[in-house]
């Protein structure tokens, strides 16, 4: 998809896509970084909100209000409120505090009321605890989740033989969808004459990580 592309465009132009060589958590050697924090301005940001709301867009999911969990979520939920309502679809938005507040209103919600379907904004998921939370807080609040947006899905396997992408769709029956995934990165990098030199860095790390079923 075009936003893809132009995501990815964007993520490389702000530093927050990187080529070389990096360990991961899991310590694995990685060709690629991917540091969502760095979309640190308006105009970034701004432009990263667009992208999420065209992926709700072309997900076709069913919800009615957005949940945005601590931290990363927080502002993403309210750029992409923002970006949806600037479309016509006014939607209320909800994220969750890391400690409960003992004063004023209390409790560690902030926003609208969870109810109906609940879509979860996030920036990626690694071992799919920050969904497991979420889902936990919306299904007390007698809602139900609707699926998850993320930014980037690596398509790498995690413990097991499945992505923790994979694992959040079989563990909730929900949706993941991104604004971009490796096949997209892999396309990009072969389209782009500047960046192509690391197309094969890519593709071996696929090779010996990547999961067999992207679905």
Do not use: W
Not at 60 to 71: E, R, V
Not at 137 to 148: D, N
């Amino acid at each position: 998809m075009n936003f893809s592309r132009e995501f990815l465009a964007l993520a490389v132009a702000k530093g927050v896509l990187r080529f070389g060589n990096f360990t991961t958590k899991a310590g694995r050697q990685s060709p690629y970084f991917f540091n969502s924090a760095l979309f640190d301005d308006g105009a970034s940001f701004g432009e990263l909100s667009g992208y999420y709301a065209q992926a709700i867009a072309a997900s076709n999911i069913a919800f009615d209000t957005l949940f945005g969990p601590a931290y990363k979520g927080i502002p993403l939920v309210a750029g992409t409120a923002i970006r949806l309502a600037e479309q016509g679809r006014n939607v209320p938005f909800c994220f969750n505090r890391k400690e409960a507040k003992d004063h004023g209103e209390g409790g560690t919600l902030v926003g609208a009321p969870l109810k109906g379907r609940v879509l979860i904004l996030d920036d990626v998921i690694s071992a799919g605890t920050s969904v497991r939370e979420s889902v936990e807080i919306i299904r007390s609040q007698g809602a139900e989740p609707a699926g998850v947006v993320i930014a980037l899905d690596r398509m790498e396997r995690g413990q097991g033989e499945h992505s923790a992408v994979q694992e959040v769709r079989s563990q909730y029956g929900i949706p993941v969808v991104a604004v971009a995934n490796l096949l997209d990165l892999i396309a990009y990098l072969g389209s782009n004459s500047e960046l192509t030199t690391h197309l094969d860095a890519v593709n071996a790390y696929r090779e010996r990580y990547g999961v067999a079923d992207a679905k």
